[in-house]
C-alpha cells in the first residue's frame, strides 16, 4: 500500500495540469438531416466513430428511455465538415440494439 500513494499524487498533479492548459471551444448545436439533434430524455454521451468504415466520422448517441436504444448518425459531409443524416437506430437484425439495464 505504501508504493501506491506516490504514484496516486504523481497522477493527480498531471491531470491538474493538464486541465489549466486545456481550451474549449463554445458549443456547437450539432444538427442531423437538417433539425437540431434532440434527445428525449436522459444522460447521453454521443461517440465520434466511423461505424460504417466509409473515411467519415458518424455519431453515435444513446438514450436513457426506450431501454437504452442507441441512434446511428451517418455523416454524409466531409472529414473537416461532418453533416449528418437521419438518425436510423442501430440494429441487430430485426431488433434495436440497447445497452442492457438502461432505460425503463
Ligand atoms: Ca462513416
Redesign the pocket.
Known sequence: MKNLLPLTLLTLTSFSQAQSQAIFEDPVRIHADGQPIKINYGYTYPASI?????????LVVGEYRNGGELYFY??IGAKNAPKYAKAKNLMVGNTNLTVPGVGH
Open positions: 466511423d461505424l460504417d468504415k466509409d473515411g467519415l466520422k458518424d451517418k455523416n
